[in-house]
């Protein structure tokens, strides 16, 4: 990429004038995507964004898919309607996420899910840490902020943090057992077992 490095440099810009004009927050320094599979774009995202921080937030593979199976996602071209194309799919995103992180120099931090219901304080302290900024306890009382947040989840995330979305895919094990073998590698490469 050295010989576009020019062209890099202005992705990079207008990316950041227009994330900077949509903005609501007051921190111009920080950038915050949730956008469903980001994780295709981490590549270019590290070559756009060199030393920014990378978080990337995983859940057990058997409730990521069941959760996009169960709100029919549209997004990987249809893949959730049937779920061994959602489970290959996962698979897939996850296979690139590992080889992105294999191959460049990414200041990349995966965070469980899991580990921030289970010790919440913990996890956010761990998290603010790597990203540079301090601990404020407003971090553990999230959902008082009355800001709206545009995402499949608005609704939850006006909650206290709950623990009903961790392992739920226990309970439809029967229907998720043609899926297992598939996901088989990724789930014990992110340290989870069934």
């Keep these: 990429m050295a010989d576009h490095r020019e062209d890099l440099d202005n992705l990079r810009d ?12 007051e921190r111009r320094d920080l950038v915050h995507r949730q956008d469903a599979l ?31 199976h169960s709100n029919l996602l549209t997004h990987g071209f249809y893949c959730a309607y049937a779920l061994e194309s959602a489970a290959r799919h996962y698979l897939r995103v996850m296979e690139l996420v590992d080889h992105y992180c294999g ?51 608005y609704a939850q995330v006006t909650e206290k943090l709950y623990d009903r979305s961790r392992y739920r895919y226990r309970h439809y094990l029967p229907q998720l057992q043609p899926i297992i073998p598939i996901l088989q590698p990724v789930i014990e490469r992110l340290g989870y077992t069934v």
């Design 103 to 153: 191959e460049m120099d990414l200041n990349y931090l995966r965070v469980r899910y899991e580990d921030v219901v289970e010790d919440q304080e913990t996890t956010i302290r761990e998290v603010l840490d790597f990203i540079g900024e301090k601990f404020d306890p407003r971090c553990l009382a999230f959902h008082e902020n009355r800001r709206y947040a545009r995402t499949a989840s």
């Design 38 to 68: 980001n994780e295709t774009h981490l590549g270019l995202i590290g070559l756009l964004f060199p030393d920014s921080p990378l978080l990337h937030v995983v859940r057990h593979p058997l409730d990521t898919v069941l959760s996009v």
């Design 14 to 25: 207008h990316y950041c004038e227009k994330s900077h004009s949509s903005a609501s927050c």
